[in-house]
């Protein structure tokens, strides 16, 4: 009999054992595992031992073996009686090759239990083998020798395809100078670009595989991590064989659904391609203006996406359960209800877009509010007053109110700005058109070309009224050319000695004193005499 405490047990008791079993075959078995390979395979339980305990005791025993140093030969012994063929060292049991195991195995007891004696023979020879310093010496040198040639590589894939994408941009760039036109010089941007990232992703997938492989090589190299290498290309394998299984069992449908996601996205990168090229001015089309190119180009995504999904949705996953058709039911619901005025406004900024009404950076005038665009989206636009506020407008109120654009013709005609004087009739008309004109001329932000023009609006009871027509192209800053132009024409027709009649003096004051400053009078003047004196005869 040998010791129970280090993992033996007696021949009549493992009699005993098989002998009360009842015996029957699993469908996989329980594998011994030594260091991460498997050695032999166990399928029928004996007595209250599974197969799976029946794995770890055997486990235990070959192990204990090995680092007793055992190096006899393991043989085989039949046991007639019994109907077994047990595998032994020396005189102790390694394990017992039932009937149940030979059928699921397919061979006989005797071959099974001398295949299975020559695998444990090997099994320990091997351990003992490994498990040694110098075994452990080798296998960190093997360690380092791998990382190295992983990160070799990844530097080295890395500095190729940058080698690689400068020589192709440096190629195609001289033949797109060579035949000439920006649109080719774009399409062959494109294409390098969308060859670089093929490649890119063919350069991954290889790294993550060699990643894979040289972590499952490390843990292999050492007996204490064997057994983890071996679960993780287990893992590895189950997942993505199982992924595998999936995706063929949905090839009938999401074969269709492939190939549309596949042509919409190259539908997309062709539709975005023309829109970049419509707004750059390489490609010109009469119905299209370059500002209207991203806005029409998001307009067709969406339809285009749109109509992908309406084709595809019955082939995707669930896409058929009443489950998934009530959520979607649901979902356009509850967004046709509770989105009456977000739709209302998304589709006035569309209209907005269109028309062309104004752009950011523009100085306009919506309803009472005067400012400068700040930004413009599907939904609201934004814009900064002149007394630096911010302003947000629904597109919808805008749709329906007036809208004046300061900038649109500033940029191109320049912008009119208008005031209006009145002069008195003593002062000849000629001699104020040509002071107004030249107050003009002489304020900052004012053009010269086209030049400013006055126009005589009204002959009143006391005064005549004078319009100056200015232009200028800083539609942005026309308050402040406004006031620069004022006190120009204050400096204008003081210099000049000609009276402004505005505002009309209703007050009693000496009409015989010249209104404009002291300083600009002429020398020596003297105010005449000013007299008030009751009439006799008057109250």
Same mark, same amino acid.
């Given at each position: 009999m040998i010791k129970r405490d280090r993992g033996w047990i007696s021949i009549p008791a493992l009699l005993l054992a098989a002998l009360s079993s009842v015996v029957y075959a699993e469908e996989n078995g329980a594998p011994v595992i030594i260091d991460g390979q498997e050695v032999v395979r166990v399928y029928a339980p004996v007595g209250h031992f599974t197969a799976e305990d029946r794995a770890l005791e055997i486990e235990h025993r070959i192990t204990m073996l090995a680092e007793k140093g055992f190096t006899g030969q393991v043989g085989i012994r039949a046991i007639p009686s019994e109907k077994t063929t047990a595998v032994v060292a020396d005189k102790a049991i390694i394990m017992a090759v039932t009937e149940g195991d030979a059928e699921s195995a397919g061979v006989t007891q005797a071959e099974l239990a001398g295949r299975y004696a020559a695998n444990i023979q090997k099994a320990i020879q091997g351990y003992r083998t490994r498990h040694t310093w110098a075994s452990f010496v080798r296998?960190?040198?093997?360690?380092?020798?791998?990382?190295?040639?992983?990160?070799?590589?990844?530097?080295?894939?890395?500095?190729?395809?940058?080698? #690689?994408?400068?020589?192709?941009?440096?190629?195609?760039?001289?033949?797109?100078?060579?035949?000439?036109?920006? /649109?080719?010089?774009?399409?062959?941007?494109?294409?390098?670009?969308?060859?670089?990232?093929?490649?890119?992703?063919?350069?991954?997938?290889? #790294?993550?595989?060699?990643?894979?492989?040289?972590?499952?090589?490390?843990?292999?190299?050492?007996?204490?991590?064997?057994?983890?290498?071996?679960?993780? #290309?287990?893992?590895?394998?189950?997942?993505?064989?199982?992924?595998?299984? /999936?995706?063929?069992?949905?090839?009938?449908?999401?074969?269709?659904?492939?190939?549309?996601?596949?042509?919409?996205?190259?539908?997309?990168?062709?539709?975005?391609?023309?829109?970049?090229?419509?707004?750059?001015?390489?490609?010109?089309?009469?119905?299209?203006?370059?500002?209207?190119?991203?806005?029409?180009?998001?307009?067709?995504?969406?339809?285009?996406?749109?109509? /992908?999904?309406?084709?595809?949705?019955?082939?995707?996953?669930?896409?058929?359960?009443? /489950?998934?058709?009530?959520?979607?039911?649901? #979902?356009?619901?509850?967004?046709?209800?509770?989105?009456?005025?977000?739709?209302?406004?998304?589709?006035?900024?569309?209209?907005?877009?269109?028309?062309?009404?104004?752009?950011?950076?523009?100085?306009?005038?919506?309803?009472?509010?005067?400012?400068?665009?700040?930004?413009?989206?599907?939904?609201?636009?934004?814009?900064?007053?002149?007394?630096?506020?911010?302003?947000v407008i629904p597109n919808s109120a805008i749709l329906s109110n007036q809208v004046v654009n300061y900038s649109a013709m500033a940029r191109t005609q320049g912008l009119i700005l208008n005031t209006k004087v009145t002069i008195g009739y003593d002062a000849p008309w000629r001699t104020v058109h040509e002071l107004l004109i030249r107050a003009a001329l002489s304020t900052d932000g004012i053009l010269a070309d086209p030049r400013p023009f006055v126009l005589e609006t009204s002959l009143n009871d006391f005064n005549i009224s004078y319009e100056l027509n200015a232009y200028t192209d800083h539609a942005n800053d026309f308050q402040n050319i406004y006031s620069r132009l004022h006190e120009a024409i204050q400096d204008s027709f003081n210099q000049a000695g000609v009276e402004i009649m505005s505002p009309t003096f209703y007050a009693l004051r000496d009409g015989n004193t010249m209104t404009i400053p002291a300083s600009n009078r002429p020398a020596g003047y003297e105010a005449p005499a000013f007299r008030v004196r009751k009439v006799s005869g008057e109250t």
């Open positions: 296998a960190v040198l093997k360690t380092l020798a791998a990382w190295s040639v992983f990160c070799l590589s990844v530097w080295a894939l890395w500095k190729v395809l940058g080698w #690689l994408d400068r020589r192709l941009k440096r190629r195609f760039s001289r033949e797109a100078t060579v035949s000439g036109g920006r /649109a080719s010089r774009l399409l062959l941007e494109r294409a390098i670009a969308v060859l670089m990232t093929g490649l890119k992703f063919i350069a991954l997938i290889a #790294l993550l595989s060699e990643f894979s492989l040289v972590i499952s090589y490390t843990f292999g190299l050492f007996p204490q991590t064997a057994g983890i290498s071996t679960t993780l #290309l287990d893992y590895l394998e189950q997942t993505f064989g199982a992924a595998g299984t /999936a995706v063929v069992n949905y090839l009938p449908s999401g074969g269709f659904v492939v190939i549309a996601v596949f042509v919409t996205y190259y539908v997309l990168k062709v539709l975005k391609f023309l829109a970049q090229a419509i707004e750059n001015g390489d490609l010109t089309i009469k119905a299209i203006h370059p500002e209207m190119a991203q806005p029409t180009y998001q307009l067709v995504r969406v339809v285009v996406i749109l109509f /992908a999904l309406v084709v595809t949705f019955p082939y995707l996953p669930g896409g058929k359960t009443d /489950a998934f058709k009530g959520v979607t039911i649901f #979902l356009g619901l509850v967004l046709s209800l509770g989105s009456s005025s977000a739709v209302s406004n998304v589709l006035a900024g569309l209209v907005l877009i269109y028309m062309r009404a104004f752009h950011p950076g523009d100085r306009v005038k919506i309803a009472d509010t005067i400012g400068d665009v700040l930004e413009r989206t599907l939904l609201v636009t934004r814009l900064q007053t002149i007394k630096n506020e911010e302003v």
